[in-house]
């Protein structure tokens, strides 16, 4: 499960990557500095993990991650292979969510491919790009559609009607992500695999100044971001940058605090990157080791397992589940059990987030 960071020639998206990863990706002031798609695996932010750690003390902790790819930079006429369109658009494909960072800051030493600051014309740039390739996609699948009608069945002809009403709503210029579906129409849809389809989310790059006090774009931003009932993060990649390069943990919170933030900005992105994608943890505590585990939301208690290790999916017998409100409340698993607060549950149990589990199996 993958992240696109997307966007146009120097809005900032490397610089951003190197912020939230290890991998080192290279950051300049020209367009396509980056041409094969970096891939960084992100441990994602939780105070749940540090509180299970200062009241278990394991010889090790391990977070959850997430796994976050800088893509090219597109440009016009990507959908017709301009630039290095048609290997940003395979490399969006392979991911499962996007991350679509706008320019939202002037500075004259950064060129900008356009020529001038506008993150609401760059975006409906990128978003034409994508809606062009999916105009190909579903007027392939609408010409096959068409084949199927004469059968009379009604899943053929509500399919038909289906791909060509999303192929006039995406010639109006719309993304896939607002065409309403119901259940039937969803699967539909899921059958041609859109880009304009994906979750998306929206960073704006601004300077220190907008970091404290907002800019013009901001606003702009939200409110487009809320017709495709998207969320918006705005964070200072540069910034970022400063704060990664600052030792100890003293340092940079109190080079937070003369920003007046709680926490790094891409500490927030990341938390949302994993949302996006409709993942949750659940967590093991023991002596040995404390680790976040990532599942997808709606997971049941053996798939949960499986993660660990196929075994344990295969042979599952049952679950022993702590909330993690009572794990912290009462301060071990011996006095939650005490007080009869662990669950024990079977294949059918939903696993929440937050679950503090330990698997009983047999193979």
């Known amino acids: ?10 809005v900032g998206k490397s610089t951003l990557f190197n912020c939230l990863s290890n991998a080192k990706a290279q950051s300049a002031n020209y367009p396509f500095c980056t041409i094969e798609p970096n891939l960084g695996t992100v441990s994602v932010p939780d105070e749940r993990l ?40 395979a490399n969006i494909r392979e ?4 991350i679509h960072v706008l320019r939202c800051f002037d500075n004259g030493n950064i060129v900008h491919v356009e020529g001038s600051v506008d993150p609401i014309r760059d975006k409906e740039i990128i978003d034409i790009e994508l809606q062009l390739k999916d105009l190909e996609t579903v007027g ?21 009607e289906t791909l060509q009403a999303l192929q006039k709503f995406l010639e109006d210029g719309r993304n896939a ?38 800019n013009e774009w901001i606003p702009k931003i939200e409110e487009m971001a809320a017709r495709e009932a998207a969320e918006v993060v705005v964070l200072a990649a540069q910034i970022e940058a400063d704060i990664n390069e600052l030792e100890t943990y003293e340092e940079r919170q109190m080079f937070l605090e003369e920003l007046g933030l709680q926490e790094p900005g891409v500490n927030r992105l990341i938390r949302k990157a994993y949302d996006l994608l409709n993942l949750q943890t659940y967590f093991t505590a023991g002596v040995k080791e404390v ?31 702590i909330r993690y409100e009572d794990f912290v409340h009462y301060g071990s698993e011996a006095k939650v059990k005490e007080a009869g607060k662990m669950g024990v549950e079977g294949k059918e149990y939903i696993v929440q987030d937050g679950d503090v589990m330990h698997f009983r199996f047999n193979v």
């Open 291 to 321: 680790r976040a585990w990532t599942i997808e939301k709606g997971w049941t208690a053996p798939q949960a397992a499986g993660v660990i290790h196929t075994d344990f999916e295969k042979g599952f017998i049952r679950a022993e589940v």
């Open 177 to 214: 992500r607002e065409f309403e579906t119901n259940d039937l129409t969803q699967s539909i849809l899921d059958e041609v695999h859109l880009l304009t389809k994906k979750p998306i989310l929206y960073v704006c790059n601004v300077d220190e100044n907008s970091i404290k006090n907002g």
């Open 140 to 160: 392939k699948a609408v010409e096959k559609a068409k084949k199927f009608i004469k059968s009379g069945k009604k899943e053929d002809i509500l399919t038909y």
């Open 50 to 89: 540090n509180k299970l750690q200062e009241l278990v003390k394991p010889e090790r902790v391990l977070p959850a991650v997430v796994e976050i790819v800088d893509i090219a930079g597109l440009v016009k006429g990507a959908s017709k292979g301009e630039g290095l369109g048609n290997q940003f658009l």
């Open 1 to 10: 499960m993958k992240c696109g960071i997307v966007g146009l020639p120097n």
């Open 95 to 98: 991911c499962e969510a996007i």
